[in-house]
């Protein structure tokens, strides 16, 4: 195994590789683990019944999977990572912006998914959870170093292991006694679907900044339609899936979510649920060595504007253990509280995540149409310049107008409580910078940057 040479800079075509097939094993794997059944048992934990909960995470995953899986579709065109492109929007230093909310996002997951994968390593080994912690982000350090390549025949294997072994638990699952008319459709409640359905989005939108990450080696006439559809059939079955797992478990064991891992694994006997911890373990090494490799590429793209970084081996390997150290020590401060802090995360997610997903499609699929001159992605004198306010005003608009309409634990917005509660915000996220970006930046790409473009064909989607 070799260590990727490639970090934040273009992909030349003699080094692109793969089929878009091998995207569905990457993102059916990067949902089959334990913090996606959480965030499926957190859905019905709301107070939402069964069977709206399932409808509202199938609703949610269909929506969220488009604008992820339209953001899979640039990786082989542009060959370059996805958060480094939103240098043509928000300029060479004004990316910065929405890099810091990225970062939050991958260590929030590391933090996330590291404390859940911990705990099953210290129930499987019987040692403490912080040695746990330390020991799986070791890991996770090991095989995101190595990087694209690697991950990519990671997810390959686990994938096959995760649906062999899910599928059991889906069987063994459906036979835990529930409490009766679990199954009614009855009771729909519209302020908590709408939220359920704006939580499941949101994890969809959360891979969105690393998407094209994975399929930017691809080569450059890899059809769009395929990466599309791979991609998004590949996350939503892995993620619908397990969410409803986790609804099925949340109502039919009771304190589920107080210890999920160790209610999960208890569903076995004997030597199988040494097993299923390990399953669990697995899972949890495989997201995070995404949440790893996507923070190293956002801190990256951070730096390299001010230090014309050349990423050697040797420097790649610094990254990676500062970020797995920094992620380390706060996992272990924090994991006293991780329910709490994890729902608050999620609704942080959507709540910053979504204004950027929107202005980058609107871009490259509506005013652009794909046509981006990569070199001046990487210089602070080229086209796309160092600060677009456009796209800054913008982006914090579309933040500051999701306010009013946003039902958190901590805060719930005038318009929010006016609809007894129903949660729109993520809807104004997206629907806003159609307004604050795609005219302003019409006229602006029309008058100032047509020139000489390199051209990225987007038809087929």
Same mark, same amino acid.
């Given at each position: 195994? *070799?260590?990727?040479?490639?970090?934040?800079?273009?992909?030349?075509?003699?080094?692109r590789?793969?089929?878009p097939?091998?995207?569905?094993?990457?993102?059916?794997?990067?949902?089959?683990?334990?913090?996606?059944?959480?965030?499926g048992?957190?859905?019905f =934990?709301?107070g939402?019944?069964?069977?709206?909960?399932?409808?509202?995470i199938?609703?949610?995953?269909?929506?969220?999977?488009i604008?992820?899986?339209?953001?899979?579709?640039?990786?082989?065109?542009?060959?370059?990572?996805?958060?480094?492109?939103?240098?043509?929007?928000?300029?060479?230093?004004?990316?910065?912006?929405p890099?810091?909310?990225?970062? /939050?996002?991958?260590?929030?997951?590391?933090?996330?998914?590291?404390? $859940?994968?911990a705990?099953?390593?210290?129930?499987?080994?019987?040692?403490?959870? %912080?040695?746990?912690?330390?020991?799986?982000? @070791?890991? !996770?350090? @090991?095989?995101?170093?190595?990087?694209?390549?690697?991950?990519?025949?990671?997810q390959?294997?686990f =994938?096959w292991i995760?649906?062999?072994?899910?599928?059991?638990? %889906?069987?063994m699952?459906?036979?835990?006694?529930v409490?009766?008319?679990?199954?009614?459709?009855?009771?729909?409640?519209?302020?908590?679907?709408?939220l359920s359905?704006?939580?499941?989005?949101?994890?969809?939108? =959360?891979?969105?900044?690393?998407v094209?990450?994975?399929?930017?080696? +691809?080569?450059?006439?890899?059809?769009?339609?395929? %990466?599309?559809?791979y991609?998004?059939?590949? !996350?939503?079955?892995?993620?619908?899936?397990?969410?409803?797992i986790?609804?099925?478990?949340?109502?039919?064991v009771p304190?589920?979510?107080?210890?999920?891992?160790?209610?999960?694994?208890?569903?076995f006997?004997?030597? +199988?649920?040494?097993?299923?911890?390990?399953?669990?373990? +697995?899972?949890?090494?495989?997201?995070? !060595?995404?949440?790893?490799?996507?923070?190293?590429m956002?801190? %990256?793209?951070?730096?390299?504007?001010?230090?014309?970084?050349?990423?050697?081996?040797?420097?790649r390997?610094?990254?990676?253990? /500062?970020?797995?150290l920094?992620?380390?020590?706060?996992?272990i401060?924090?994991?006293?509280?991780?329910?709490?802090?994890?729902?608050?995360?999620?609704?942080?997610?959507?709540?910053? @995540?979504?204004?950027?997903?929107?202005?980058?499609?609107?871009?490259?699929?509506? $005013?652009?149409?794909?046509?981006?001159?990569?070199k001046?992605?990487?210089?602070?004198n080229?086209?796309y310049?160092?600060?677009?306010?456009? !796209?800054?005003?913008?982006?914090?608009?579309?933040?500051?107008?999701?306010?009013?309409?946003?039902?958190?634990?901590?805060?719930?917005?005038?318009?929010?409580k006016?609809?007894?509660?129903?949660d729109?915000?993520?809807?104004?996220?997206?629907?806003?910078p159609?307004?604050?970006?795609?005219?302003?930046m *019409?006229?602006?790409?029309?008058?100032?940057?047509?020139?000489?473009p390199?051209?990225?064909?987007?038809?087929?989607?």
């Open positions: 195994m *070799k260590i990727e040479k490639r970090s934040i800079d273009f992909v030349p075509k003699e080094e590789h793969g089929k097939t091998h995207l569905f094993p990457v993102w059916f794997g990067a949902n089959m683990h334990i913090t996606t059944l959480v965030t048992a957190l859905v =934990s709301l939402q019944n069964f069977i709206w909960s399932i409808v509202a199938v609703i949610g995953n269909l929506i969220g999977a604008f992820m899986a339209s953001h899979s579709a640039q990786g082989p065109q542009l060959g370059i990572p996805q958060m480094i492109q939103s240098r043509a929007q928000y300029g060479v230093i004004g990316a910065i912006v890099l810091i909310v990225a970062m /939050c996002i991958y260590f929030g997951y590391l933090i996330s998914s590291g404390l $859940l994968g705990q099953a390593f210290a129930s499987a080994f019987s040692i403490g959870l %912080t040695p746990s912690i330390i020991l799986l982000n @070791l890991l !996770t350090f @090991l095989v995101a170093l190595f990087g694209h390549d690697v991950i990519h025949k990671m390959k294997y =994938s995760f649906f062999i072994v899910f599928f059991v638990v %889906t069987i699952a459906l036979r835990i006694p409490p009766a008319g679990s199954w009614s459709a009855g009771g729909f409640d519209p302020t908590i679907f709408m359905v704006g939580i499941t989005a949101s994890w969809q939108l =959360s891979f969105a900044p690393y094209a990450d994975y399929s930017r080696y +691809l080569p450059i006439d890899t059809s769009p339609h395929k %990466t599309f559809w991609t998004y059939a590949g !996350t939503v079955i892995g993620a619908a899936w397990m969410e409803i986790g609804v099925i478990f949340a109502l039919a304190h589920f979510l107080d210890h999920p891992g160790s209610n999960l694994a208890q569903i006997s004997g030597p +199988l649920v040494f097993m299923m911890y390990i399953i669990i373990v +697995l899972g949890q090494l495989s997201i995070n !060595t995404f949440n790893l490799y996507g923070a190293f956002s801190t %990256t793209t951070v730096l390299e504007p001010f230090t014309k970084l050349k990423i050697t081996p040797r420097v390997g610094t990254f990676f253990f /500062c970020i797995t920094i992620g380390t020590v706060i996992t401060w924090g994991q006293e509280n991780f329910m709490a802090f994890f729902q608050n995360f999620l609704t942080f997610l959507g709540f910053s @995540l979504i204004p950027w997903t929107s202005i980058n499609l609107i871009d490259y699929y509506m $005013l652009r149409r794909g046509e981006y001159v990569i001046d992605i990487f210089d602070l080229g086209r310049g160092k600060v677009n306010w456009i !796209t800054i005003i913008a982006y914090v608009l579309s933040i500051g107008l999701q306010i009013p309409f946003i039902n958190t634990s901590f805060y719930v917005g005038p318009v929010a006016a609809l007894d509660g129903a729109f915000a993520w809807v104004i996220g997206l629907v806003v159609l307004i604050f970006y795609y005219f302003p *019409k006229y602006k790409i029309r008058t100032k940057e047509n020139q000489n390199v051209k990225a064909d987007i038809s087929n989607i």
